[in-house]
């Protein structure tokens, strides 16, 4: 997914080197709201850090179609979602999404994460989404269950958190049909 018009105020597009001081600047005014719950907030200390993450994300798209869009709401960039990672050999996409905090409770990622949905079934094909969220992130859970996600597992100890590990619910939805 290179670019997707959800509704004239809600865009995702594919992030290229000239979003790097945007996407920056988005995590460094929100760091440390981010990184309650996501790893590499730490580790995205300068642009360079930005223009590298980017630059990252855009190799593995050409490797293995895994993209990484910006979500810009009115023009401005508040988020992020993409592929993870695609498993082409069983065919499961490895999805993952955030917002700043000034953009939740609007629907934005409700929205956003179907458009990924539909499109990992529709143009990836994959017969499996799969998604792993920390047991204490209420929040997030919501999304998987709202979106008709079977929550399958647990495990325990998935992710360290920069002094503490965390365990994470894993959620599957299969494709229709
Ligand atoms: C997880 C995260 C994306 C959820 O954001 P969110 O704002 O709750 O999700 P949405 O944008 O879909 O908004 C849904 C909320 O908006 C409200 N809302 C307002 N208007 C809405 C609309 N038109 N349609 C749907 N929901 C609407 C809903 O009531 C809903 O809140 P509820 O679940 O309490 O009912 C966000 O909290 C986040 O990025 N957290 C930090 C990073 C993170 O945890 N990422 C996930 C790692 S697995």
Known sequence: MLRHLINPGLELRQLQPADAA???????AHRVKLREWLPWVDAMVKLADAKKYIADTLKDFAATR????????????????GQNRLDWAHRIAFPFYWLVPD?????????????VI???FTQLRVKQ????????????????AKLGFKQVSTLKKAEWLYDHHV????????APG
């Open 129 to 144: 989404i799969v998604i792993a969220v920390a047991t204490g992130n209420v929040r997030a859970q919501r999304l998987p």
């Open 66 to 81: 895994a993209y990484v869009c910006g979500i810009w709401s009115n023009g401005r960039l508040v988020g992020v979602i």
């Open 118 to 120: 539909d499109d990992s």
């Open 167 to 174: 365990d994470h619910f894993i959620y599957s939805l299969a």
């Open 22 to 28: 945007s996407l920056f600047a988005l995590v460094d």
């Open 103 to 115: 953009s939740e409770g609007r629907g934005i990622m409700t929205l956003c994460f179907r458009a």
